[in-house]
């Protein structure tokens, strides 16, 4: 009985240690709101740790992944995107040396904007936003945060 509580224990603080290696170094909170009768404005606000940097939407060929929007059409009803999914903000810019390349990126905090409109009485959106964030030479793998929204007219 001895071995197995000590086994438990060293399962408990091996996994505890490879939970603690996920890195997710920018936090979303995705909220709808509405601009008037059937048109909604998806807000993604990203919140960046400090030290690392989140990518703009349009970034140059061969370089690390840009943020983006993306709409499951299957899972979605009766909306049509609104012009382009952009930050409220200006990007900083920067050679990398990683990528050697000009990019441009956020650091600390950004919000993205979709505008949709709902083409019927009602509608609905499910998505979600892929991202890339770095740290000098360190990257995560591409990312996504999910939403889905319920849109009246």
């Known amino acids: 009985m001895k071995k ?3 086994l438990a ?6 996994v505890g240690a490879a939970v603690a290696q996920i890195m997710k170094p920018v936090k979303w909170e995705i909220t709808l709101k509405k601009v ?3 048109v909604y404005d998806v807000v993604c606000k990203a919140t960046i740790d400090k030290g690392w940097h989140l990518y703009d939407t349009k970034l140059p060929e061969g370089g690390p992944l840009p ?3 993306n709409v499951d059409d299957e899972e979605s ?3 049509e995107l609104d012009g382009e999914f952009k930050a409220t903000t200006e990007a900083l810019t920067e050679q990398s040396e990683a990528f050697n390349m000009e990019l441009k990126y956020f650091e600390n905090t950004v919000t993205f904007v979709q505008r949709v409109k709902v083409k019927g009485d ?5 998505g979600y936003v892929e ?10 793998p591409p990312a996504e945060e999910e939403f889905e929204f319920d849109l009246t007219k």
């Open 131 to 140: 991202y890339m964030a770095c740290s000098g030479g360190q990257c995560i």
């Open 9 to 14: 224990a060293v399962l408990t603080v091996m």
């Open 36 to 38: 008037s009768e059937g």
């Open 77 to 79: 009803s009766n909306v």
């Open 4 to 6: 197995f509580f000590v």
């Open 67 to 69: 943020t983006t929007f």
């Open 122 to 126: 009602s509608g609905k959106i499910v």
